[in-house]
């Protein structure tokens, strides 16, 4: 497809590869080609000849609607499981329906013409009581590599927010049950440490809890006992 | 985007912001255990790795491992198990290709810094921890462990772990503690004071003699099998027994590379065995030269703590070994690995702040 106003061709999107309407196996697809694949070229004065005094039009609107509805029928049905695997088969069923509904559309179906050169305009979109043009298109008139890009964008957008949206709800769900598990985890184990565990068959003579002033004696010795070993303990390592 | 979170904040701490977090530690020879009082409790190996060249640190994908990692990996390591008895081992690495700057010493530092790091402070949190040492550890060894501990936490203290484990159990009066490790066995009469060094025993030989025992009968039996100490001491801490009619043990050693089955029980039972006449000993002696008024009621509380009293048998072997001064209850406590870790961090939370800050 050619080059308009020196813009690049947009950049291939991973998508499956469409080739007259049917799904090819996947890879990377250049949706250009897939576009070229469902439609076909045809100058005015063609649309004319062959007697099409008017033809459907596809604003830009109203294709990237159509990209959005492809999305979401396709992601609707997703319920589970957000793997590579997935994302890949949303991408897959989303231009396979993208392709069914620009079907749909089609405005002319005519045999592309090898000798024709690279129209840079309205073949896909625009009136037809504009004469063709080699120049930037009219305004309201979306040239093909605009509107490819457009279609790109908007489904790598419809995409990027479905999954995001998704992936960000599940994530969240997984934080907030590892967070609690982990609370309810700590929470046992502190009472574990915590708890006095008293041997479960005692004796009468069972030993005893020590009074507050013997604990106290018994902490004060234990502090004493650490201070005389810094008091003595030298830096160097042995 | 989905609304309707409901995080529950985070209560409110123990350890504040502007508090410490306080750490029991029980630095053993074959496992090191640490119990927070933010409920974290984590126990690992007491094994530290360093990868012995590029390769190696490729394949871990670290500068240093730690625990059952490092022991899965430790083909590729330089590996070190730096505690010995109980206490740090104060010695080189191998001599053969070893960075010098690798050691026990160093070892210990990066082991308790690991495991103080696994009880996750807070950022910039003080780390006040107490450390179970054995009853008769040295001045010398108690310093060594204080200067490789340093550097992880902001004050700590020393105790000797028996008694950690009695005070954690809140048995501070008319009850013997046995801490059966693999480098010690510790015992520590409790009457109601601090212990002294009369009331405190160590005993060298521990889970690691009954490994090195079953090691040497297994090869005295089964010269062609190939075995390591390393899985003597699963199946030991697996089907250790002492008495009573058990299922056989067999365990699956290579015999010149080809896995065959082999019947250990009668090995394993005798290697279990090598400690009981020492503990005996060392009950009577603790026993008989106490308050004659106060026996019996020793007699009336005997603990086992530590991995070794999960043994079969092992407390009604005790008992049988004390009918001759008039019987004795012996139990096993729960949760016997942690004991150490747990009565030290209680003796933490005791402490007074003021001795914290003395410390640090």
Request: charged fraction near 30%; include cysteine.
């Amino acid at each position: 497809m050619a080059e308009t106003n020196g813009r690049a061709k947009p950049t291939a999107f991973k998508l499956v590869r469409m080739v007259n309407g049917k799904r090819q196996e996947p890879g990377e697809v250049d949706v250009d080609r897939a576009i070229d694949d469902s439609s076909s070229r045809a100058t005015l004065e063609d649309l004319g000849r062959r007697g099409h005094s008017t033809v459907r039009i596809l604003d830009r609107e109203k294709i990237a609607g159509l990209v959005r509805q492809a999305v979401r029928e396709a992601t609707a049905a997703r319920t589970e499981s957000l793997l590579e695997d997935e994302r890949r088969k949303i991408e897959k069923e989303s231009l396979e329906r993208f392709g069914e509904l620009l079907d749909e559309h089609k405005q002319v179906t005519s045999a592309p013409r090898e000798d024709e050169e690279p129209q840079d305009t309205q073949e896909a979109a625009g009136p037809a009581a504009h004469p063709p043009r080699r120049s930037a298109p009219a305004p309201g008139v979306m040239g093909v590599d605009e509107l490819v890009g457009t279609i790109s964008e908007t489904i790598r957008t419809e995409l990027t927010a479905s999954d995001g949206g998704w992936l960000d709800d599940v994530d969240r769900r997984i934080e907030r049950l590892t967070d609690g598990l982990e609370r309810a985890e700590k929470a046992l184990a502190k009472l574990k440490a915590l708890r006095a565990t008293p041997n479960h068959a005692r004796g009468e003579d069972a030993a005893r809890e020590p009074s507050a002033e013997q604990q106290e004696l018994i902490l004060e010795k234990i502090f004493e006992e650490n201070l005389q070993l810094r008091g003595t303990a030298t830096s160097p390592e042995n | 985007m989905t609304e309707g979170s409901t995080f529950v904040p985070e209560p409110s701490s123990y350890a504040s912001d502007e508090g410490a977090l306080l750490v029991g530690i029980d630095l053993g020879t074959s496992r090191s255990a640490i119990a927070g009082v933010n409920g974290i409790r984590k126990m690992i190996e007491s094994y530290v790795g360093w990868p012995k060249d590029p390769v190696a640190l490729r394949h871990v994908k670290k500068n240093i491992v730690f625990g059952t990692e490092a022991l899965e990996n430790r083909l590729s390591l330089w590996l070190f198990r730096p505690l010995e008895r109980g206490v740090l081992k104060q010695s080189l690495g191998e001599e053969t290709g070893a960075d010098p700057n690798m050691s026990d010493n160093e070892a210990a530092r990066e082991l308790i810094r690991h495991l103080v790091h696994s009880a996750e402070p807070r950022r910039d949190q003080k780390v006040y921890g107490v450390i179970g040492v054995p009853a008769q550890a040295s001045v010398k060894s108690k310093q060594a462990l204080i200067d490789v501990a340093k550097d992880s936490m902001d004050a700590m203290m020393l105790v000797s772990q028996p008694f950690a484990v009695a005070y954690g159990l809140s048995m501070l009066d008319g009850s013997v503690v046995v801490d059966i490790g693999a480098g010690t066995i510790d015992l520590c009469r409790m009457h109601g004071t601090m212990p002294g060094e009369d009331d405190q025993m160590s005993l060298p030989v521990a889970g690691d003699c009954v490994d090195r025992r079953f090691e040497e009968l297994l090869r005295e039996r089964y010269p062609e099998a190939q075995f390591t100490i390393t899985m003597l001491k699963k199946i030991k801490e697996s089907h250790g027994f002492v008495t009573g009619e058990v299922e056989r043990v067999k365990a699956t050693f290579p015999s010149a590379g080809k896995p065959t089955e082999y019947d250990v029980t009668e090995e394993l039972k005798t290697a279990c065995e090598c400690v009981l006449n020492d503990v005996n000993d060392a009950l009577h002696e603790l026993i008989a030269s106490f308050d004659p008024e106060f026996q019996e009621k020793l007699r009336g509380n005997i603990i086992l703590s530590g991995g070794g009293s999960q043994t079969v048998g092992l407390a009604s072997r005790i008992k049988q070994g004390l009918e001759d001064l008039g019987g004795a209850n012996v139990h096993a406590i729960e949760e016997p690995l942690y004991a150490g870790a747990n009565g030290a961090l209680r003796l933490a939370v005791d402490m007074p702040e003021e001795y914290w800050q003395r410390l640090s």
